[in-house]
C-alpha cells in the first residue's frame, strides 16, 4: 500500500508499483483542489478584516495595543519586553539607591555598622545595622556586667533626651548622687539582676519640654516583655502645674495663667498676671491701667519660650504716657501696666519666662527718669521621670531616695511708683508664677520590693507675689501668690519578666 504525503494526502507509489498517467492526473487534481489561489486569498484577507474582533480590556479577550511607555496609565494596552526591562532597570537603581539612603542616614548617621559583601548592602545586611545601633544615643553600660556608683555621677546627654543605663547589679553607695545633667525626657534603669539604692537619683527639675510621650519607644525595645507590662500597668503621669496668681490692682483683672500636666514628667505651671496702675488723687482719681494676663497652657501645647510682644489688650498713649501690661504665653508672667511719668521711654515690669513652673508677673509701674522697673521672676523646671526596670530584686535603703521634684514658681515683681505734678500713683504687685509638677517614678521588679527611703515626688511651691504700693510707700493693690504644682504618680509592679 503506498505511503501518502502528511498534509494534502498525496499517494506516493513504492518502488516496486507502476505509476499510470490516470494516477499522476489523479495527484495534481488533488493538489489543484487543495490549494488557495490568490484570489483565494484575497477573499480570505477581506472577510477576516470585516470581522468584529473587539479591543481587549480587564473583562474581556481581543486584540491589543503594545506600549513602551513606563509611565503609562492605560488598561488598553500591553508592555512589550522592552518596558518591562526599562522597569526593571529603574526599579534595580531605585533600590540601590534607597539601600544608600538607608545605610547613610538611618544606620551610619544613628551611630550603626553596615557589613557589606558588595557595593550595595543587601536587605538582611542593612537589617544587621539596623540592630546595631544603639536604643538611643545615650545608651550606656552591658547588662552582662556588675556596676558600683561609688561616688558622685553625672551623665551628659542632649536636651530633651533620654539615658538608658543598663548593669546586670547596680549598686549606688550612700552618699553618692547620680543625676542627668541636662533638662531631658528621663532616666531608664535596667537590670538583668538586682538593684541596691542607698544613695540619691536625682531628677528634680530636670523635666525637658516634651509631652511626655517621646519616651515609651526607647523603654519598648528593653529585653523581654516590657511592652506586655507596659499595657498593663500604663504609663504614669507628672503632677499638675500649679495656676498663677493674679496681678495686683485695676479692679482685679489680671488673673495668673492656668497650669498643665504631662505624663511621665512634671506638668507646667502658669504665668502670674502682672500688676495694674492707678491715678489716686487729682481730677483723674480712680483711671487704672490694666496688667497684662499670665499665660497658661492648652492641650498639647509645649513650654516653649516666645518673645512675647503681641498686645491682647490695647495700648493707650496720651500725656503722660500710659500703656496696658502684655498678656504672657505659656507659662510666661503677664507684663506690668506702666504710667511714664517723665521716663521718655516705655518700659512695662516684663512677666517672667517659664522654664517648667510659670514666671512671675512684671510689678505695675509710674515711674520717672529715676525711677527703676521690677520685672518677674522666671519659675524653675518641671519635675524629670525616673523609670527602674529591675528581673531580681529593688531595695531602697534607708539612706536611699528617688528625686523628681518640681521647681518653685517665679516670684512676682514689685511696684514702682513716684508722685508727679502732685499726683499720686499707685502700682499693683506682679503675680506669682505656678509651681512646676513633679515627675513620675515608675518601678517594675521581678523579685522583691523594699524601701525603707524616700520617693519624693512633689511639685514645686507656687511663686511668690509682689508688693504693691503708692507714691507715698502706702502698701495696697498686692498681687496673688501662685499655687504649687502637684506631686507626680509612683507606680510600683511586680512583673513576671
Known sequence: MPKETDRLKLPLPLG????????????????????????????????????????????????????????????????????????????????????????????????????????????????????????????????????????????????????????????????????????????????????????????????????????????????????????????????????????????????????????LLGGFGGGGGGGGTEVRSGSTKGSALLGGRGGGFETNKTGIIYDFQDTNRPSREIDPWEWNGNDGKYGQGGQGAVYDLGAGTRANGKGGACLGAGGGGGGGTARGAAESVSHGLAGGRTGGFVAIIVRGDVTIGSTGKILTKGGAGGAGGNATAKTYDGIIFSGGGGGGGGGAGGGAVMILHGGTYTNNGTIDTSGGLGGASGVGRDSNNTLMDQGVSGLSGSAGDIRVKQINF
Not at 30 to 49: C, F, H, P
Not at 85 to 106: M, P
Not at 150 to 157: D, G, H, Q
Open 16 to 263: 516496486n508499483e507502476s505509476v499510470t498517467r490516470e494516477s499522476i492526473n489523479g495527484i495534481f487534481e488533488n493538489i489543484d483542489a487543495g490549494v488557495a489561489t490568490r484570489e483565494d486569498l484575497d477573499t480570505l484577507r477581506e472577510a477576516v478584516s470585516q470581522m468584529d474582533i473587539p479591543d481587549a480590556s480587564l473583562t474581556q479577550k481581543g486584540k491589543v495595543q503594545l506600549s513602551n511607555k513606563t509611565d503609562g496609565t492605560s488598561e488598553a494596552v500591553a508592555a512589550t519586553e522592552k518596558a518591562v526591562n526599562d522597569v526593571r532597570q529603574l526599579l534595580f537603581q531605585f533600590v540601590s539607591d534607597g539601600k544608600a539612603k538607608l545605610k547613610e542616614t538611618i544606620v551610619t548617621g544613628k551611630g550603626g555598622t553596615v557589613s557589606q559583601a558588595g557595593s550595595v548592602p543587601t536587605f538582611d545586611e542593612l537589617d544587621a545595622g539596623i540592630a546595631s545601633i544603639k536604643v538611643t544615643d545615650y545608651d550606656f553600660g552591658d547588662s552582662s556586667i556588675n556596676r558600683v556608683i561609688s561616688s558622685n555621677t553625672t551623665y551628659s546627654v542632649g536636651t530633651d533626651s533620654y539615658l538608658v543605663l543598663k548593669s546586670k547589679n547596680l549598686t549606688i553607695n550612700a552618699g553618692v548622687s547620680f543625676e542627668i545633667n541636662s533638662p531631658n525626657s528621663g532616666l531608664i534603669l535596667y537590670c538583668e539582676g538586682d538593684l541596691i539604692i542607698n544613695g540619691t537619683i536625682d531628677q528634680s527639675e530636670k523635666g525637658g519640654w516634651g509631652m511626655g510621650d517621646i519616651l515609651p519607644a526607647p523603654l519598648f525595645q528593653l529585653p523581654s516583655g516590657f511592652n506586655t507590662m507596659a499595657h498593663e500597668i500604663g504609663l504614669p503621669w507628672g503632677g499638675s502645674g500649679g495656676s498663677g496668681g493674679r496681678g495686683g490692682g485695676s479692679a482685679n483683672m489680671m488673673v495668673g495663667g492656668k497650669g498643665a500636666k504631662r505624663r
